[in-house]
């Protein structure tokens, strides 16, 4: 693999994380403002409740979006 085929190797994937990023927040906050949970949020990304609150919560809170305590 050339150096230029590097450079665009790494920049794709770059692309495709902030791709990714954008669809998790956006699909986070659709199941959050239809009533999901955040243990159920979790368990659909398959990370801990604790890490998908602490990377979600405070932009949802920002949107006016409506968070449940438990459940």
Wanted: glycine share 6%; aromatic share 2%.
């Amino acid at each position: 693999m050339a150096d230029d085929d590097s450079a665009d190797a790494l920049a794709a994937v770059a692309a495709l994380r902030r791709l990714a990023d954008r669809l998790e927040d956006a699909a986070v906050e659709r199941a959050m403002r239809t009533g999901w949970s955040w243990p159920q949020v979790a368990e659909a990304l398959g990370v801990t409740r604790q890490a998908v609150h602490k990377k979600h919560a405070k932009r949802l809170i920002a949107a006016g979006v409506t968070l449940r305590r438990r459940g």
